[in-house]
């Protein structure tokens, strides 16, 4: 099978930190571009973070930068999202994908996991 399994969400106070995992089945994502996508109850689907395929290019949306981070774990066939400093606005469904575009950042991706909850809240 091909899967992309999001996993790591949850409740967290504002300030916290929580770090997600999209681990892959079925294909090795060292070699797709992957990023990271979030979702709020009534918004659009928005992009969040991506990392490339060949080496360690990243990209930040501008309401994540440096507060996020993303990283590839070859050992483990997973990307991580390490969020940091966490506020409200962050809440939101997120979901990983996977991407063979060979431009960075993707123009669009092959592979879309089921998302994971995350919830910043007092």
């Known amino acids: 099978q091909v899967l992309l399994v999001e996993s790591g969400g949850g409740l967290v106070q504002p300030g916290g930190s929580l770090r997600l995992s999209c681990a892959a089945s079925?294909?090795?994502?060292?070699?797709?571009?992957i990023g990271w996508f979030r979702q709020a109850p009534g918004k659009e689907r928005e992009g969040v973070s991506c990392?490339?395929?060949?080496?360690?290019?990243?990209f930040y949306e501008d309401f994540v930068q440096g507060r996020f981070t993303i990283s590839r774990d070859n050992a483990k066939n997973t990307v991580d999202l390490q969020m940091n400093s966490l506020k409200p606005d962050d809440t939101a469904v997120y979901y990983c994908?996977?991407?063979?575009?060979?431009?960075?950042?993707?123009?669009?991706?092959?592979?879309w996991g089921q998302g994971t909850q995350v919830t910043v809240s007092s």
């Open positions: 994908a996977a991407s063979l575009s060979p431009v960075f950042p993707p123009y669009e991706y092959d592979y």
């Open positions: 079925g294909f090795t994502l060292d070699d797709y571009a």
């Open positions: 990392i490339s395929s060949t080496d360690s290019s990243t």
